[in-house]
């Protein structure tokens, strides 16, 4: 195997090239290869370039080797031995050096770029903090403030606005290695020697506990930034060597979190999620035409995500003035991208000029290669659209539902290819949010499985498969916990102390603001739809029809849960929402009683896990990280809990299965424990178990 860090010499300049590929991680072979190019150079150059080979410098630390054990040269040592060469040492930077490429780069004496390369410290999105000296090397480099909203952030920095910090001290375009090797030409030229940014002087100190406030507020109980924070003090306040002992400390207890557990098991999750095991050597079908029916709020967003993929879209709606309307919300979305800059002009002229058209008639989509039916949420609307699509669409054609309830079999079976036939369940906007529920029916093909999973990826999506099931995976979830809430409010909680409770537990929102914000009629849809199938034993509030019979259905009526008023930034709780409540606990007989916010979190997060066991026992969700991801990306569960399957196997299921067997003694009807959750207590496993492949 060729040597992970491999050693040139040209004239008086030592060249150390990583060569680990694809992303240069630092693993344990790459750090020792530093070392030892660093000592070799030291022996026969008079400077040394540290440069990436293929794509990037080095992209981070190798997160494999995260909870096994250590083994040296850790990569603080490896900084700290390129920090002391009595060799000048220069980083040339292409690609992305983040994490502990950064902190490498940190560790040298000078840093060059071209002017695509990218920097940045991310280790908060893993729920740690730099630990190979970042938190004390950045911020005397650029300052606390500086080092405190980039490593806070996790955001990565163009080359550009890294050499305005200070980050850099030079842009370059050309051959990484050619304008590495020059930049170090010109130090021995100039008599420059080794300038370690350890002995730079302490920054000077902020409020910190502002800062470290400020942080925990905004990352809504995650601890890292915070942390990061605190590391940051000590760079002010101490010395170097002090400070890199004190940041080894806090990442390392970091490491032991919870939390960082949590944020792992997202990162390598939302990768894995969308590696079907059928799918290996199963080949998607040609996609490069897209048809979308209904140009709504749903529709025009899916078109906005296609055609900034690059795929050609054609919009369908009912009449031409629908069609106009759709395509003004089109051209509305993606001149906000513009005004952002987040699109140029030229681009935006192009796609509206040849990518896009909005018409009124099906026959426009006989040559697409894939339809995304996006209309009215009605099985007889669903039916009449397929019907069309069956006529029109050509053969081979993917025939998808955008569908968040209904039963795709049944939409599949009113055409006579329902093997064509896949539910495709985007989420609000489609242009924005990142989850993709690729619901897969009973006779869809392989191959039309394969291409909704490569729409996915083309559209920059989290794709996640979903059997059929009413709601799928993560509206037969929601509808389960929202449930939970309901009861909580009759007996006694109001839900404007249950939304404090979820999002003091990382929540964005509570369910009830996120109710408002969604629209209330979404859900009184859904109750009426499903009510002659609902079971007389069932637990079910009618205070919330009231509230849709009444005209208010949330943020777009500006009444809901919450009152809002036009100019101000959310809604005040409204007082006739709990005069109806107090009514039907009147009616119901029910005496009201507190709710602490801890028992409001246990039983809305132990109706969610037991409804998630039930989807992944029956097949609807083939893993347990299946459900982690739709409920990480389509219904804002705190990142650093990893998701609901992560969180109860770091809480323990034999306690979670405890807790809704004594919920099952106020309510044996809704509070049924799952069959999976009780086997695997008694097995002794865990869902993490279930995601590595054991069975129970």
Not at 502 to 512: D, E, I, S, Y
Not at 543 to 555: T, W
Request: hydrophobic share 45%; charged share 25%; proline share 5%.
């Amino acid at each position: 195997m060729a040597d992970a860090i491999q050693y040139k010499l040209m004239g008086e300049i030592a060249i150390l090239t990583a060569n680990n590929p694809p992303v240069n991680a630092l693993s344990h072979a790459v750090r020792q290869g530093l070392i030892d190019g660093i000592e070799r150079a030291e022996n026969e150059a008079k400077a040394v370039v540290i440069v990436g080979g293929g794509r990037t410098f080095f992209a981070g630390a190798d997160i494999t080797e995260f909870g096994k054990p250590f083994v040296e040269p850790g990569l603080p040592s490896v900084c700290a031995r390129i920090e002391r060469s009595p060799l000048p040492v220069v980083a040339s930077l292409h690609g992305t050096a983040l994490g502990g490429g950064l902190e490498v780069a940190l560790g040298t004496h000078y840093r060059i770029a071209i002017p695509s390369a990218k920097v940045g410290l991310p280790e908060v999105l893993l729920g740690l903090l730099p630990g190979a000296g970042g938190t004390q090397r950045l911020p005397r480099v650029i300052g606390a403030e500086n080092a405190i909203d980039i490593i806070t952030s996790g955001r990565q920095v163009g080359a550009s606005e890294a050499l305005k910090l200070g980050i850099i001290d030079e842009i370059a375009d050309g051959d990484v290695e050619e304008i590495g090797v020059a930049y170090a030409e010109r130090l021995l030229k100039a008599g420059k020697g080794p300038r370690p940014v350890a002995d730079l002087p302490c920054p000077t100190a902020i409020d910190f506990d502002a800062a470290y406030d400020l942080a925990l507020k905004k990352g809504r109980g995650q601890i890292a930034p915070a942390t990061a924070i605190r590391a940051i003090e000590v760079a002010c306040n101490t010395n170097f060597d002090e400070g890199i002992e004190q940041e080894r400390q806090m990442f390392m207890t970091l490491l032991a979190s919870p939390q960082s557990k949590g944020m792992i098991h997202a990162f390598f999750n939302e990768r894995a999620v969308s590696k079907l095991p059928e799918l290996k050597g199963v080949e998607p079908r040609a996609l490069n035409a897209l048809g979308v029916i209904g140009g709504g709020t749903m529709g025009a967003g899916i078109t906005v995500a296609a055609l900034l993929a690059g795929l050609d879209v054609t919009m369908v709606e009912r009449d031409a003035a629908a069609a106009e309307a759709g395509a003004g919300r089109v051209a509305g979305i993606l001149q906000g991208s513009v005004k952002r800059g987040k699109l140029s002009q030229d681009k935006y002229d192009a796609i509206m000029a040849g990518g896009f058209r909005a018409v009124d008639n099906y026959d426009a989509l006989a040559d697409v290669d894939l339809v995304i039916e996006a209309a009215f949420e009605e099985m007889g609307v669903k039916k009449a659209i397929f019907a069309e699509l069956d006529r029109v669409c050509k053969q081979g054609a993917v025939l998808a539902s955008n569908t968040s309830y209904l039963d795709v079999n049944e939409i599949a079976a009113s055409t006579s290819r329902p093997s064509d036939v896949i539910g495709l369940h985007f989420f609000s906007p489609a242009h924005v949010m990142k989850l993709l529920e690729v619901v897969v029916a009973d006779q869809t093909a392989p191959d039309v499985v394969a291409t909704g999973f490569a729409l996915g990826k083309a559209l920059r999506k989290i794709s996640v498969r979903s059997g059929v099931c009413d709601g799928f995976i993560g509206n037969r979830i929601l509808k389960t916990y929202r449930t939970c809430a309901d009861h909580m409010v009759l007996d006694g909680a109001s839900p404007y102390e249950i939304d404090k409770a979820m999002t003091a537990f990382g929540f964005a929102m509570g369910p009830f603001e996120v109710g408002d914000l969604a629209g209330l009629d979404i859900g009184w849809a859904t109750r009426k739809r499903l009510a002659p199938t609902r079971d007389p034993h069932e637990r079910v509030s009618t205070y919330p029809d009231k509230m849709c019979e009444a005209g208010n259905f949330g943020q777009k009526t500006g009444k809901g849960y919450y009152i809002y008023e036009k100019g101000k930034r959310g809604g005040t709780p409204d007082p006739e929402v709990t005069k109806l409540i107090e009514a039907e606990r009147a009616e119901l007989g029910i005496t009201a009683r507190d709710f602490s916010h801890e028992e409001i979190q246990r039983r809305y997060m132990c109706a969610m896990i037991n409804e998630a066991a039930k989807v992944v026992d029956e097949g609807i969700a083939r893993r347990p990280l299946d459900v982690d991801m739709v409920l990480l990306f389509g219904y804002g569960f705190p990142r650093h809990w990893g998701g609901p399957m992560k969180w109860a196997d770091m809480q323990g299921l034999d306690s979670i299965l405890a807790d809704i067997n004594r919920y099952a003694e106020e309510d044996d009807f809704f509070w049924q424990p799952s069959d999976l959750l009780t086997r695997l207590v008694a097995a002794g496993k865990s869902f993490d178990d279930l995601n590595k492949g054991d069975t129970v």
